[in-house]
């Protein structure tokens, strides 16, 4: 009997001083953005025979694919601001190149909301928001839009193997001389917080070494690092020396301008004048693959994996004339057809996505902050104009997509809602330039029929077209208000 109570004693005494069950702990966020991926240029989407993006592909497996994700523009700097913020960027008045960014901070980023919650965070990569992001007092810098660390360029493009200033110097010296006009090779230092970072490197290995070094600094800590690669972006023959040999490679020489004017060493590179430019474009994609393997390596290495919401995103449709393949889709980047605006896009987090789903839903780049809002159990800003894809990715609510999507640019316009897409075209210049095809004119499309937008159908469906058009003006109708606020 005594032994009994003993036990008994012993076994009160033990459950009253056990520690209390850990509370799960909220994930880790990791938002990696390509720089115009064409939409076929994964191999796991199963469209493009000569692609193999292992790491990528793994990335679906253990996630969702979506297969109808849009950009918000079909160039840069205005998708980057609609991706970090889950809001038309048109809502502070930015249409193409040159705005003035993310300069309001009545729209919070990704970065800002999650700090708020305790997150360190980190923007590693590319930075391309307006006609400022260079000027580190200016809100498109990363360190004043939410961000305790950076490390990158803040150009649309960078070149991918030098980043000294001594070289862009030297550069711009030789194109002064010379006499010719033509667009800088940004040879340039790279940022790391305030400070310059001279040095030669691929930046595609740089940029994933990186945000391995981060993670691993970060590990005990929830963390949100927005990885954004510059790779594939032009100028793709700027590749490791070593991979262009093993390959057979020639490559191309960067543009001089003692030799040549600015524009014919362009045209020589885009399609269909540059004979190894497919090959060129599939060497950055390699790379690109590659880190990104290497960070879900690591993520694996240190046991984050489960506890890891990892997004993956292009941010605009590929660029043909460098040669990204956007099969079945019609046009290229600087377009409103759907091979402009459409996009790989992949969420996963084994902890609570069912993984190796494919989804034809509508959705969006501005679903990536309420959708991260919502598996964070925070309060999703009023203003958004993305979706909260919770439901839709734990398979509760499969009907959740975006009734209407619009786009507008300085050329374009385009309405999406269920099947039917409205587009209009009033000017050819910069397609003309940047050496895309484009018609103009207003034209309706159904996409379950056409995805290759071949038919216009607005002579035989006036009333959706006219429905669409309807849709843009009351679109607008919205932004002018929200601006002269």
Known sequence: MYSILLFLMISFVSSCTEEPAETPSLPNVILIVSDDQGYADLSCAGQADD??????????????????AYATSPICSPSRAGIITGCYQQRWGTYWYGGKGIHDSNYKT????????????????KVHYGSNDADTANRNFPLN?????????????????????????????????????????????????????????FSTELFGKKACEFIEEHQK???????????????????????????????????????????????????????????????????????????????NELGLSENTIVIYISDNGGSTPIYANNKPL??????????????????????????GQVNNNLVSAMDILPTLCGALGIDIPEYVDGLDLNPLLKNQEASIQHDTLVWETPYEVAVRAG????????????????????????????????????????????????QLKRAHKNWKRKLNTIENK
């Open 145 to 201: 839009h939410g961000f305790d660390d950076y490390i990158g360029h803040t150009s649309p493009r960078k070149h991918y193997l030098h980043h000294q200033d001594a070289l862009e110097s030297e550069f711009q010296s030789l194109k002064q001389a010379s006499g010719k006009r033509g667009q800088s090779l940004r040879q340039q230092a790279l940022w790391q917080n305030k400070s310059k970072l001279d040095t030669l490197a």
């Open 221 to 299: 800590e929830q963390f949100f690092l927005q990885l954004s690669f510059n790779a594939v972006h032009n100028f793709t023959h700027q590749l490791p020396e070593s991979y262009l040999k093993e390959n057979s490679l020639e490559g191309r020489a960067d543009w001089d301008p003692s030799k040549e004017e600015y524009y014919d060493w362009y045209q020589e590179g885009r399609y269909p004048n540059n004979s190894e430019g497919r090959a060129l474009y599939l060497g950055q994609l390699h790379y690109l693959d590659r880190e990104i393997g290497r960070v879900m390596d690591h993520l």
């Open 419 to 466: 099947k039917w897409k409205y587009r209009m075209a009033n000017d050819d210049a910069n397609a003309t330039y940047e050496m895309v095809e484009v018609e103009l004119g207003e034209f309706l499309y159904d996409l379950e029929a056409d995805i290759g937008e071949t038919k216009n159908l607005a002579a035989l469906y006036p009333e959706v077209f006219e």
């Open 51 to 68: 692609v193999q993006t292992p790491h990528i592909d793994q990335l679906a497996h253990n996630g969702i694919r979506f297969t109808q």
């Open 330 to 355: 019609r046009g290229s980047k600087y377009l409103l057809y759907e091979g402009g605006i459409r996009v790989p896009m992949i969420m996963s987090y084994p902890k609570e996505y069912a993984p």
């Open 110 to 125: 990704v970065a800002e909301i999650l700090k708020e919650n305790g997150y360190a965070t980190a923007y590693i990569g």
